[in-house]
Nanobody, 122 residues
Framework: QVELVESGGDSVQVGGSLSLSCAAS????????MGWFRQAPGKDREWVAA????????YYSDSVKGRFTISQGTAKNAVWLQMNSLKPEDTAMYYC???????????????WGQGTQVTVSS
């Protein structure tokens, strides 16, 4: 059984910063990648960032590239998302994800966290 728990969501003003964390337990050794998705009310879940353990490569959606940074700690059971220069359109529930295969498609991801709310006021 896999458990993912996010934290760090908050309400901030435009241009502010937040750091989200995700702690994983269970069969973390089988994960090929971890990532972040977000979902606003009434909208589909969209991919934000991914980190692949085998290559130590990071990938970002065009909407957050240059503003967000995904990273992994030495313990390799946690992933962080540093968010800078936040915009109102970044407002969403942010979900941590883990997968044996792919962390860029919500239809492929096997494991999800419960979500943490990020609200950016204009």
């Amino acid at each position: 059984q896999v458990e993912l728990v996010e934290s760090g969501g908050d309400s901030v003003q435009v241009g502010g910063s937040l750091s989200l964390s995700c702690a994983a337990s269970g069969y973390t050794y089988i994960y090929g990648c971890m990532g972040w998705f977000r979902q606003a009310p009434g909208k589909d879940r969209e991919w934000v960032a991914a980190f692949y353990h085998g290559t130590s490569r990071s990938y970002y959606s065009d909407s957050v590239k240059g503003r967000f940074t995904i990273s992994q700690g030495t313990a390799k059971n946690a992933v962080w998302l540093q968010m800078n220069s936040l915009k109102p359109e970044d407002t969403a529930m942010y979900y941590c994800a883990a997968s044996n295969r792919n962390c860029m498609s919500p239809s492929v991801v096997e494991y999800w966290g419960q979500g943490t709310q990020v609200t950016v006021s204009s």
